[in-house]
Antibody
Framework: EVQLVESGGGLVQPGGSLRLSCAAS????????MNWVRQAPGKGLEWVSV????????YYGNSVKGRFTISRDNSKNMVYLQMNSVRADDTAVYYC?????????????WGQGTLVTVSS | DIVMTQSPDSLAVSLGERATINCKSS????????????LAWYQQKPGQPPKVIIR???TRESGVPDRFSGSGSGTDFTLTINSLQAEDVAVYYC????????FGQGTKLEIK
């Protein structure tokens, strides 16, 4: 059974940093691209970032480019999101989502999400 | 970026009737090389993560009831829910994965 479990969310001050983690199990982790998708309270879904199966390529949404960094450790079945220079509009539930293939396929499995609140 | 626009923003349909949600992309998401539309539909219920119901514009995911169907090609797509059931109340999103990813703004489906 595929499982994605996010952690690391919490309260952070504007301008601060936070690192989210996603522990994956139940599939061959190193064969799939992985994503972060967020959802602000009461709002829609916003894709944040994707990392290819090997970690060789990463892509970001315009709103987080230059501030967030996605990475993965295939030896630990983990994917991470380093969030720097956070702003109030980064407040959201952050979901870890598995891509159905190595690249440019839909997200087939999602975690339950971790809440990040940016506030002073 | 490819902009995805859904219509309507909200929809109220009677039980047993048909619900239709539209999604328009700002550029084609059809690949000539493999003849596939890079478009998926998601259902999200309160307090839950999204669940994929349709991929490649018209392929229903395993376990999804056959009252759900997807259609369209290029830039215009439709999610149809026939014979609406109470458990179909949710927010529905389209997603393009032709060029990284972009979601539509969502359509809230309620019972009339």
């Amino acid at each position: 059974e595929v499982q994605l479990v996010e952690s690391g969310g919490g309260l952070v001050q504007p301008g601060g940093s936070l690192r989210l983690s996603c522990a994956a199990s139940g599939f061959s982790f190193s064969s799939y691209a992985m994503n972060w998708v967020r959802q602000a309270p009461g709002k829609g879904l916003e894709w944040v970032s994707v990392i290819t199966s090997t970690g060789g390529s990463t892509y970001y949404g315009n709103s987080v480019k230059g501030r967030f960094t996605i990475s993965r450790d295939n030896s630990k079945n983990m994917v991470y999101l380093q969030m720097n220079s956070v702003r109030a509009d980064d407040t959201a539930v952050y979901y870890c989502a598995k891509t159905a293939g190595q690249w440019l396929e839909h997200h087939d499995y999602w975690g339950q999400g971790t809440l990040v609140t940016v506030s002073s | 970026d490819i902009v995805m626009t859904q219509s309507p923003d909200s929809l109220a349909v009677s039980l047993g009737e048909r619900a239709t949600i539209n999604c328009k992309s700002s550029q084609s998401v059809f690949s000539v090389s493999n003849r596939k539309n890079y478009l998926a539909w998601y259902q999200q219920k309160p307090g839950q993560p999204p669940k994929v119901i349709i991929r490649w514009a018209s392929t229903r995911e395993s376990g999804v009831p056959d009252r759900f169907s997807g259609s369209g090609s290029g830039t215009d797509f439709t999610l149809t829910i026939n014979s609406l059931q109470a458990e179909d109340v949710a927010v529905y999103y389209c997603l393009q994965y032709y060029s990284t990813y972009n979601f539509g703004q969502g359509t809230k489906l309620e019972i009339k």
